[in-house]
């Protein structure tokens, strides 16, 4: 009969001849959550900032709601009230807009430049592990070629 070959064993001769440094993909996830929790910082502030503005405007629209809502002496005091909250409306909801604008800019700058870091970080860590990964893998072929004494 044929003797069939242990091939987990020549596995692990074949591994342990090309080992494998894991630093470099734990480099590479502390990269990832330390990225993870930069954009959501920025998230987060965004939306903390985002809450105040509406907060503040829903506060304005009611005080000014009030106004309208009172009883007026003159029939025509119901046109100017209603005319002057909607002329106070437009300009609040410009002024929130642009204030929502801000928020949605400075979010934009802030990512991309997160993006710019990570993908130099990236670039750096990738060019590390393929300079270690070839520097490993040339001593293990010298190691295997090298015929025995």
């Known amino acids: ?24 993909m734990q480099d590479a996830f502390k990269t990832q959550a330390s990225l993870g929790e930069k954009m ?4 987060l502030e965004a939306a903390e900032k985002s809450t105040e503005i509406s907060s503040k ?3 304005e629209v009611l005080a000014k709601a009030s106004v309208v809502a ?12 209603v005319t002057d909250f909607a002329s106070a409306q437009a300009e609040l909801a410009a002024e929130n807009m642009a204030a ?7 979010v934009q700058m802030e990512t991309v430049e997160l993006m710019l870091a990570a993908g130099k970080d990236a670039g750096e860590d990738m060019t590390a592990a393929a300079k270690k990964a070839t520097d490993e893998m040339t001593k293990a072929a010298k190691k295997v070629t090298t015929p025995a004494a």
């Open 1 to 24: 009969m044929a003797k069939t070959d242990d091939f987990t064993k020549m596995m692990k001769d074949m591994m342990g001849n090309f080992p494998m440094d894991m630093s470099a």
């Open 40 to 43: 959501a910082k920025v998230a």
């Open 57 to 59: 405007w829903t506060k």
């Open 70 to 81: 009172s009883v007026k002496e003159e029939p025509t005091d119901y046109t100017k009230a």
């Open 100 to 106: 929502f604008a801000e928020v949605a800019k400075k």
